[in-house]
């Protein structure tokens, strides 16, 4: 069986290798089930807190025939997870508010992959001098931005400007892209608006720095 994956879900399966995955959130469950058809995780403890998004990744497992090393857990973020279950997880499509309190409450100590729907850089802040970043890269995917994030037990402290757009490690064109068009809209905002401080003018002068350092002119 193939499972059709958006450029989102195959960055993220690309980036899964592991003994036991734990997919917080699994929803549709093409993460939990596409790492256990590519050998991508031996076994999978698919986690969500809603009964009715397991249903369809149970589903998915058995209509891929890999339902004997799929364990579908209804739960809140890694409370159903036992200390040292899964040496993998990854949380996906979820905000980074929400993702921050489900690490704060976790008990895992394992590899982490992080891709916040929104609110990136409240993820990064929560991250920043806990975690070591391994990779924090943009990804293109339906006409909007995402970050991915790797991450591991050890601390490093993003800059100002990573904060709000990543690391972009490893490199890639999505990444200046990205803040190509980010620039485009910040000004658009504070220039409009004629604001001269808050957050949204900070996070403007430091899309105008990484511009002018990655030389992206202001016509994109
Ligand atoms: C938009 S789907 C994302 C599905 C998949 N991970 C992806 O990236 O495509 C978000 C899922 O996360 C679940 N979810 C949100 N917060 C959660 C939490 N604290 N614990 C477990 N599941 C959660 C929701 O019920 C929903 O099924």
Known sequence: ???????????VLNEIRCYTLADIGCDHGRIAVGALLEGRAEKVLAIDKSAASLHKCKLLGEEAGVQDRLDCRTGDGFEPVKEGEADFAV????????????????????K????????SHELRRFLSG????????????GGKYYCLIVASQGGYNYSEAEIYFGRNLPQSDDYLNMLAAERVKLSKIVCGNHLTEGEIVQKWKEA???????????NG
């Open 130 to 141: 806990r975690y070591h970043i391994m990779k924090d890269f943009v990804i293109s995917c």
């Open 112 to 119: 982490l992959l992080l891709l916040p729907h929104q609110d």
């Open 208 to 218: 105008e720095k990484l511009c002018q350092k990655y030389g992206i002119s202001s």
């Open 91 to 110: 949380i996906a499509g979820i905000g980074g508010r929400e993702i921050v309190h489900i690490l704060e409450k976790a008990n895992y100590r394992g």
């Open 1 to 11: 069986m193939r499972l059709r994956l958006d450029p989102r879900l195959r960055a």
